[in-house]
């Protein structure tokens, strides 16, 4: 079996050269030769990447076990000591874009651990291994072109340049179109610079990427909120939005203040687990990274960063994600019965929920959306 595995991993090694030098040549034109054969000359084919990119944190774990890894109080500490010793350029920062002081710290601490754990991948070589043979070739294919222009246009060795596994660099993990569109040189040394110890360009380039895609700085992300027991849960569906008022009239409790803040109901983990108030900047995070336990955890730990401690929540003791074979079985077999899901590609999307919750309501359930186990069993499957 091993010299088979071997064998395997060295035609790949082979495939991969052959796809390599098809990219050097596609892209000449554009770049000095020398340069690129210089970026290029030590990038390796990452197997391993591969299977990261499978099994992704934030759509493989509960949304409580993912909330549960990453708010921790370690991080609730290092990220209240980090906010006072950076506390002036982040209310400079937050005055400029809008963007509110602790959404940047929690983002800083969920990304990188507020720095701590920036990657150790060589972003060329992690790049050109997903343009080669993963999901989304074409968009990382783009990724290592422009990443090639970043180390050339600020001349950065090519073994300097790490990140993450998906190519994602600096304090705040940008991915190198990102940086050339929205980096930020806020202490005006002349370079954006997004990997040295001071965050300080790395935190105002995330403000302005947020302010950029819409963040409201008069608006909270969200909060947890108390649902009366005559609530209909359709209310819950996606981008209906009421103002503060309306919900209150409904009889939640946990609302904000601003009566005429517009807003959203969801829950994240159907009926039995707990409901928030967001506003539209919920949806802007989920820009920047659109798995909605990260974006929860996110919140909470900005809250947590203000408060000092993490709000109570009440998860489902038995609950855990569909695995991707289940949600295209779950797919497949309501499109059949007439609750189309637009595609059967394993991803819950608003057209899965959507869907859902035709089938729910059809079938006298409460119509929350949530694809759990015990719909799977419902469905026969």
Request: hydrophobic share 35%; aromatic share 14%; glycine share 8%.
């Amino acid at each position: 079996m091993t010299p088979k595995r071997k064998g395997v991993k060295l035609q790949s090694e082979g495939t991969f050269r052959n796809w390599l030098n098809g990219f050097r040549a596609r892209y000449l034109n554009e770049l000095d030769p020398k340069r690129v054969d210089d970026f290029l000359f030590r990038v390796r084919f990452l197997p391993d990447i591969l299977q990261k990119d499978k099994n992704q944190a934030e759509f493989s774990l509960s949304l409580s076990d993912y909330i549960n890894r990453v708010c921790t109080e370690d991080r609730l500490s290092l990220g209240q000591k980090l906010y006072d010793e950076w506390f002036k350029p982040l209310k400079e920062i937050e005055k400029t874009y809008g963007v509110q002081a602790p959404i940047l710290m929690s983002i800083w601490g969920i990304e990188t651990s507020y720095g701590q754990i920036r990657g150790d991948y060589q972003v060329f070589s992690a790049l050109s291994t997903l343009a080669f043979d993963g999901r989304r070739r074409t968009f990382f294919e783009t990724e290592l072109f422009a990443a090639i222009k970043i180390a050339d246009q600020y001349n950065v060795p090519s073994k300097t340049l790490t990140g993450s596994w998906a190519g994602a660099m600096g304090h705040m993990q940008f991915m190198p179109t990102i940086y050339q569109e929205h980096a930020i040189d806020f202490d005006r040394d002349g370079f954006a610079d997004i990997w040295s110890e001071n965050p300080i360009d790395a935190l105002a380039s995330t403000a302005a990427y947020l302010a950029y895609h819409g963040w409201d700085g008069s608006l909270p992300w969200g909060n947890k909120v108390t649902l009366p027991k005559s609530f209909e849960y359709e209310l819950t569906a996606p981008k209906l939005q009421k103002p503060v008022s309306y919900w209150e009239y409904l009889g939640l409790s946990g609302l904000p203040e601003d009566k005429h803040a517009m807003g959203s109901i969801i829950v994240p983990n159907g009926v039995f687990g707990p409901a928030f108030w967001v506003s539209e900047n919920f949806d802007v995070l989920k820009i920047y990274n659109k798995a909605i336990s990260y974006v929860l955890s996110v919140g909470l730990l900005s809250q947590g960063l203000k408060t000092g401690e993490y709000l109570q929540l009440d998860w489902p003791r038995e609950t855990r994600p569909l695995k991707r074979s289940e949600m295209q079985n779950l797919q497949k077999r309501l499109s059949d019965i007439g609750c189309d899901t637009k595609g059967c590609d394993g991803f819950f999307g608003p057209n899965t929920e959507f869907a859902i919750r035709r089938f729910q309501k059809k079938n006298g359930l409460i119509a929350d959306g949530y694809p759990s186990p015990n719909l799977l069993a419902r469905l026969g499957l």
